[in-house]
């Protein structure tokens, strides 16, 4: 079967940096993606990856290992703005997308 | 940038009554739209997607008689909740891409309670 896995909650102290974890195992592999959300709101896109490496985008880094099955999300200067949770998502061979349970990130001041 | 629609934002109706959500793909075509609901603290979950001119493909254990999708422009997809319960009370989200390889794009939500 497909599966992807994140922490299901993480905390963090403003104005640090939080990795967030994503591991996936699917039916091929067509980019991975982050969303995030914000409780009773819909998800809003950060990044994605489709070749190895790392993709900076100001505050938010998104790193991928395709050989490796993984992914992180790299978050610095954390803002108290930043407490939402985030999902990983993978597009598979068919183009659709195979979501993670997400992660809850919790800032502390 | 690509922008979906979705209305209503919240709506509560009673019990046996059904309900209409309305997802739009204000700037561009989308052939083709995603169903996902969400209970609380859970990740989405895909329901059906939703094709452009033919039947929706609905996931497995999803009825497609209490879930009926209508697909029948290239901006506009409809999900209407039939004869809706209180076990149906969730966040349903449509989403749609822009082409093959994009990101998805999200409509707001649909918060519904069935009371």
């Known amino acids: 079967g497909q599966n992807i896995d994140q922490p299901t909650e993480m905390t963090a102290t403003e104005g640090a940096i939080v990795q967030i974890n994503c591991t996936y195992q699917?039916?091929?592999?067509?980019?991975l993606f982050w969303y995030q959300q914000h409780a009773g709101e819909a998800p809003t896109f950060l990044s994605y990856?489709?070749l190895d490496g790392l993709e900076e985008k100001g505050r938010f880094s998104s790193f991928l290992s395709r050989s490796k099955g993984y992914s992180y999300l790299l978050l610095k200067e954390l803002q108290m703005k930043d407490s939402a949770s985030y999902l990983c998502?993978?597009?598979?061979?068919?183009?659709?997308?195979?979501w993670g349970a997400g992660t809850k990130l919790i800032i502390k001041p | 940038g690509a922008v979906v629609s979705q209305h209503p934002s919240r709506v509560i109706c009673k019990s046996g009554t059904s309900v209409k959500i309305e997802c739009r793909s204000l700037?561009?075509?989308?052939?083709?739209m995603f169903w996902y609901r969400q209970f609380p603290k859970q990740s989405l979950m895909l329901m059906a997607t939703?094709?452009?001119?033919?039947?929706?493909?609905?996931e497995q254990g999803v009825e497609k008689d209490k879930f009926l999708i209508n697909h029948a422009s290239l901006t506009l997809s409809t999900l209407t909740v039939t004869s809706a319960h209180p076990e149906d009370s969730s966040f349903y989200i449509c989403?749609?891409?822009?082409?093959?390889?994009?990101?998805?794009?999200f409509g707001q939500g649909t918060r519904l309670t069935v009371v």
């Open positions: 989403s749609a891409n822009r082409g093959q390889v994009t990101e998805a794009f």
């Open positions: 700037d561009f075509q989308a052939t083709t």
């Open positions: 939703s094709n452009e001119g033919s039947k929706a493909t609905y």
């Open positions: 699917t039916s091929g592999f067509n980019g």
């Open positions: 990856n489709v």
């Open positions: 998502a993978v597009r598979d061979s068919n183009y659709q997308l195979i």
